[in-house]
């Protein structure tokens, strides 16, 4: 349970890090070194963990992972700057409940009820924390819906690569594939960093790889019921970090819109998982 709230103000933090940046770094260009800053972790998972952790015969699926996620992290670290970091968190936790419209619409996944329910929960959040019509919803929080709808695709590839693939392995390709891809975007707005933005960037990465390592190990060492209720307190630290850092008054409303797309993602999750328990086991053997 520590791991999870851990993970939960890593997280927050790396958004606050990254929106500090914002006012001298173009968008695109932060996303760049979100992920080549990146490397010198990964290079230690990989040392430690041994070579043959990210050998793949998936390879086209992992450049697939890694176009879908850049366009979710262009659009995120472009949004992030002229949207409340409490809003921002909110709208992210759409994005499970977007993967399931997501596997419906393109994989053909059967929609049950719950599911459904689920989808219109979020969608009442979506628009009580964002609000259109009753306050002036400009580029950023769009850009972060957009950015939520992209990161859905990415959960859907995630999950069939982890069938096979180990986690140091996805982690290790999908930087080999977005270190190019962003930083050629990235070029064509460069902007020359300063010595203190870079350092801030660099924090931001290990911190970043340090909430990845952290959720993992919450999810292998605890059971789902008792951590996933914890990831809400990522709002709360972005709330937090929003006020002290960026003067951004916190939003009663934005929160409310959060728990709710929060706890419609969750109960679906734990239905789903319940049902997954208590299916029987395939025969092993025919007698």
Same mark, same amino acid.
């Given at each position: ?95 499970? $409940?977007?993967?399931?419209? @997501? #596997? =419906?619409?393109?994989?053909?996944? &059967? +929609?049950? %009820? ?5 989808? /219109? ?76 933005? $870079?350092?801030?960037?660099? @924090? #931001? =990465?290990?911190?970043?790889?340090? &909430? +990845?390592? %952290? ?5 292998? /060492? ?66």
């Amino acid at each position: 349970m520590l791991a999870m709230l851990a993970s939960c103000f890593a997280f927050a933090g790396l958004d606050a890090m990254a929106k500090s940046v914002s006012d001298t770094l173009p968008g695109v260009q932060i996303a760049f070194f979100r992920v080549a800053f990146s490397w010198p972790f990964i290079a230690v998972m990989v040392w430690w963990q041994g070579l043959g952790t990210v050998r793949s015969a998936k390879v086209r699926l992992h450049a697939l992972r890694a176009g879908v996620q850049s366009g979710s992290m262009l659009l995120f670290f472009t949004g992030l700057a002229t949207t409340p970091l409490a809003q921002v968190v909110a709208i992210e936790f759409a994005s499970p $409940l977007m993967a399931v419209a @997501l #596997a =419906a619409l393109l994989m053909g996944e &059967a +929609l049950p %009820l719950r599911r459904v329910l689920a989808l /219109l929960a979020g969608v009442v959040g979506l628009l009580v924390a964002v609000r259109p019509g009753m306050i002036a919803v400009g580029p950023g929080p769009l850009m972060i819906i957009g950015s939520a709808v992209f990161w859905a695709g990415t959960i859907l590839i995630v999950r069939h690569l982890g069938r096979t693939e180990s986690s140091t392995a996805q982690v290790f390709y999908v930087a080999l594939f977005l270190t190019p891809i962003n930083g050629l975007v990235a070029l064509t707005v460069w902007q020359t960093p300063s010595w203190a933005d $870079l350092g801030i960037m660099l @924090l #931001a =990465a290990g911190m970043g790889t340090a &909430a +990845l390592w %952290l959720y993992g190990e919450a999810l292998r /060492l605890a059971d789902l019921t008792a951590v996933m209720p914890l990831d809400f307190t990522k709002i709360l630290w972005a709330s937090l970090f929003g006020w002290v850092f960026f003067a951004e008054q916190p939003d009663l409303l934005t929160l409310a819109g959060g728990l709710i797309i929060f706890a419609a993602a969750l109960i679906l999750t734990l239905i789903e998982r319940g049902i997954e328990k208590a299916a029987p086991p395939p025969p092993t053997s025919i007698d």
